[in-house]
């Protein structure tokens, strides 16, 4: 955690730049190259920066996960670290934390996604059973967005297609009134 003390006096552009590139790199690890260069940039050598980068890595994590405001961020951070190093980081790390959360929520592993839903009453016109002319039925069309099996691979989509009738359409819209329900009187 000393590490992030190297970075008192740098640039608040670098530091920020720096603080993206650090939860950009949270799962594959900043590469050696990517590291001397900012090791450059800072004026450090690249066995600095890897060590600032696992120090910013806790802060960002404890902020993004404690759900911490920037006086809480502030208390991650050394104690020796300058007052305007410490306001730097926490209002960085803050400004950043909205974007974060969300990229953090869009990628965990969660059941497919709806993405659209469309639907049509559909009355059969012609059939070789009596019994099923002219009864209504509906037809349903959901665009599903599937979880992402590989870290890097984009989410694929697919649609699902079924045909209710309509005491299943009164079945499930039932249902979905008690969810409906359930989920009021939760918040």
């Known amino acids: 955690m000393a590490a992030i003390l190297l970075l008192e006096g740098k640039e608040e552009k670098a530091v920020q730049r ?12 900043m590469s050696e190259k990517k590291c001397s260069a900012w090791g450059e940039e800072l004026g450090i050598d690249g066995g ?12 960002i994590t404890g902020t993004l996960y404690g759900d911490l405001d920037r006086n809480g961020t502030v208390k991650l951070l050394p104690k020796k670290a300058s ?17 974060w959360r969300e990229s953090c929520v869009n990628n965990i592993v ?9 639907w049509r009453v559909d ?21 599903l967005q599937d979880e992402a099996t590989h870290h890097r691979e984009m989410a694929g989509t697919r649609n699902v297609q079924f045909e209710l ?8 819209v039932k249902s979905l009134g008690k969810i409906r329900d359930q989920l009021a009187n939760i918040s």
């Open 123 to 143: 009355i059969a016109s012609s059939s070789n059973v009596l019994s099923r002319m002219l009864v209504p039925s509906v037809l349903v069309e959901m665009t």
């Open 48 to 59: 600095s920066v890897r060590e600032i980068v696992e120090a910013l890595e806790e802060v």
């Open 165 to 172: 009738s309509k005491e299943a359409l009164g079945t499930l």
């Open 110 to 118: 969660s059941p497919p996604k709806l993405l659209d839903f469309d």
């Open 18 to 29: 720096l603080l993206r590139d650090t939860f950009r790199y949270r799962i594959d690890k």
């Open 83 to 99: 007052k305007e190093l410490k306001i730097l980081l926490a209002n960085s790390i803050a400004d950043f934390l909205p974007s």
